[in-house]
């Protein structure tokens, strides 16, 4: 169970930095404070949902294409985070295109990164809380 919480937050957070960056990035990539939340929590429950159908759609019709299915899901995702509340909007085709690579690239980077990043930091608390009771 802690790690299925984990493993939420971490996506959570990994899609949030996605979407962060990419609206500091690009002009016409813009979210809205009042609708963030559910920005990031749309885009991450599309993208859950989608990436594994997209996949498998992929690798039966085209199996090629099986390494832009990650794009994919998150052109899909952020398409449907923009219809879902006023937390997104995102206009031009240049921006969308820049807008999935760069979400899609942050989002990478960061699943691997947030976990290593919050393990460590859970050691540090420990050995700080093993101290102070020794001490």
Not at 16 to 38: C, M, P, R, T, W
């Amino acid at each position: 169970m802690i790690r299925l919480i984990i493993r939420t937050v971490v996506y959570l957070v990994s899609a949030a930095i996605g979407l962060l960056v990419a609206s500091a990035v690009l002009d016409d990539f813009n979210l809205h404070a009042a609708g963030f939340l559910v920005a990031v929590v749309v885009f991450s429950a599309a993208q859950l949902i989608l990436g594994p159908f997209i996949f498998k759609v992929v690798r039966n019709n085209a199996e090629a294409f099986v390494g832009g299915v990650g794009l994919v899901s998150t052109f899909v995702a952020l398409l449907i985070a923009s219809f879902v509340g006023d937390g997104l909007d995102i206009t031009g085709a240049s921006t969308w295109i820049a807008g999935t690579v760069i979400v899609w690239l942050v989002t990478a980077i960061a699943t691997m990164l947030l976990p290593f990043l919050l393990a460590k930091a859970g050691v540090k608390h420990a050995r700080e809380e093993k101290e102070q009771t020794a001490g």
